[in-house]
Antibody, heavy 122, light 108 residues
Framework: EVQLVESGGGLVQPGGSLRLSCAASGFTFSSYWMSWVRQAPGKGLEWVANIKQDGSEKYYVDSVKGRFTISRDNAKNSLYLQMNSLRAEDTAVYYC???????????????WGQGTMVTVSS | DIQMTQSPSSLSASVGDRVTITCRASQSISSYLNWYQQKPGKAPKLLIYAASSLQSGVPSRFSGSGSGTDFTLTISSLQPEDFATYYCQQSYSTLLFTFGPGTKVDIK
């Protein structure tokens, strides 16, 4: 079964750090771009960051640049998000998502994890 | 950055109704537009990719159309399991994916 399972969420104080993990199974992890997408309570979806198959390219939404780092370990079929200098506005459910490729440069998030909640509060 | 808008923000409909949701991009994105369904407490699910292609396993009552800046998601005959929030997402700018604000479909 194709599956993504996130872990590492929790309660952290403003200015603190947290590392999220996403374990992939059921597909060739090293063949796909991977993303993190978040959803603040009661709000819509926001793409956070993505990483190329070999980790050589990484992109971030402006609001997390310089604070968050995406990485992957293809030997462990795992995706990570290191979050530093956390703010209240980072409070959200964080999903990892696979970027399926459909030809002609069409990408879509075709597989999602169940999400892990990050709460930034004192 | 490419901004995405959706209309309406919410709608009430009955089982069997035909439902249409509109998504607009702030600049032309060709057909680089995807649609997702999200139910409360669950992860989003891909319905449509490349504006009009049905994801494997998605019922044929869902369809997508459009190109450039204007897109629509249509549910031909609303079923009880279709009550959810629907999001569009542009994949034209792969350095910065953006989602629409969502359209909540609930029971009339």
């Amino acid at each position: 079964e194709v599956q993504l399972v996130e872990s590492g969420g929790g309660l952290v104080q403003p200015g603190g750090s947290l590392r999220l993990s996403c374990a992939a199974s059921g597909f060739t992890f090293s063949s796909y771009w991977m993303s993190w997408v978040r959803q603040a309570p009661g709000k819509g979806l926001e793409w956070v960051a993505n990483i190329k198959q070999d980790g050589s390219e990484k992109y971030y939404v402006d609001s997390v640049k310089g604070r968050f780092t995406i990485s992957r370990d293809n030997a462990k079929n795992s995706l990570y998000l290191q979050m530093n200098s956390l703010r209240a506005e980072d409070t959200a459910v964080y999903y990892c998502a696979r970027e399926g490729y459909y030809g002609d440069y069409h990408d879509a998030f075709d597989i999602w994890g169940q999400g892990t909640m990050v709460t930034v509060s004192s | 950055d490419i901004q995405m808008t959706q209309s309406p923000s919410s709608l009430s409909a009955s089982v069997g109704d035909r439902v249409t949701i509109t998504c607009r991009a702030s600049q032309s994105i060709s057909s680089y537009l995807n649609w997702y369904q999200q139910k409360p407490g669950k992860a989003p699910k891909l319905l449509i990719y490349a504006a009009s292609s049905l994801q494997s396993g998605v019922p044929s009552r869902f369809s997508g159309s459009g190109s450039g800046t204007d897109f629509t998601l249509t549910i031909s005959s609303l079923q009880p399991e279709d009550f959810a929030t629907y999001y569009c997402q542009q994949s034209y700018s792969t350095l910065l994916f953006t989602f629409g604000p969502g359209t909540k479909v609930d029971i009339k």
